[in-house]
């Protein structure tokens, strides 16, 4: 009958026991909450920089066909003398739309003279020619922008391609026209030869 019995001591250690196992469980739970709102803190955050980051390119893109009439109006104006204060006016407002533009991180960048990237430039057209190496940015139509390393806009370009046979021999055959044939060669343009 004595086994059965527990004493004083045995029943507190119990209960701190108990007590440790409540302890411990509420400090797991603590722990698990101080890392589910710092989680959420930093999801908040990158939303709200995202948001930020979209709501700027969008406005950023909404004035791009402005600062591209700017740019067409300050060269159709020109440099006329009953022009030339409406002129000058309009290159101020227009350097100060870009530098604004520029403060929120709006870059400008062309293409020409560079091989023809899909990522940064859209080709709206081809040209062939024996002066570009094939794939080559030969002229722009249209600025392109980026944002960071975002490409808001890509650039307009024509890209040169590679005369095809029949071309090249259409390009020699208008060069022989223009240039006279040494003594013993054959002569393309007449079709005679000095035999």
């Known amino acids: 009958m004595s086994h059965d019995k527990k004493g004083p001591v045995t029943a507190l250690k119990e209960k701190l026991e108990e007590s440790n196992k409540a302890c411990k469980n509420y400090q797991d739970e603590y722990l698990r909450a101080v890392a589910d709102f ?6 908040t955050e990158r939303d709200s920089e995202q948001s930020r980051r979209l709501a700027l390119e969008r406005l950023i893109m909404d004035l ?36 604004a533009l520029c403060k929120h991180g709006l870059e400008e960048y062309s293409c020409v003279g560079t091989e ?16 570009h190496k094939p794939g080559t940015v030969v002229t722009e139509t249209c600025k392109g922008y980026s944002c960071g390393e975002r490409v808001l806009r890509p650039a307009k370009v024509v890209v040169a391609k590679e005369l095809g046979r029949s071309q090249k021999s259409e390009a020699r055959s208008q060069n022989a026209e223009l240039t006279e044939p040494e003594p013993g060669e054959i002569a393309e343009a007449g079709g005679e030869s000095n035999e």
């Not at 710092?38 to 999801?43: H, L, M, P, S, W």
């Not at 030339?84 to 100060?96: N, W």
């Open 64 to 99: 791009l066909p402005v600062l591209d009439n700017f740019d067409r109006a300050v060269l159709a104006v020109g440099g006329a003398p009953e022009t030339d204060s409406v002129h000058t006016g309009m290159q101020l407002i227009h350097r100060q739309l870009r530098e």
């Open 38 to 43: 710092d989680n959420y803190r930093k999801r």
């Open 116 to 131: 023809f990237d899909p990522r940064k430039a859209e080709a709206i057209s081809f040209v062939h020619t024996d002066e």
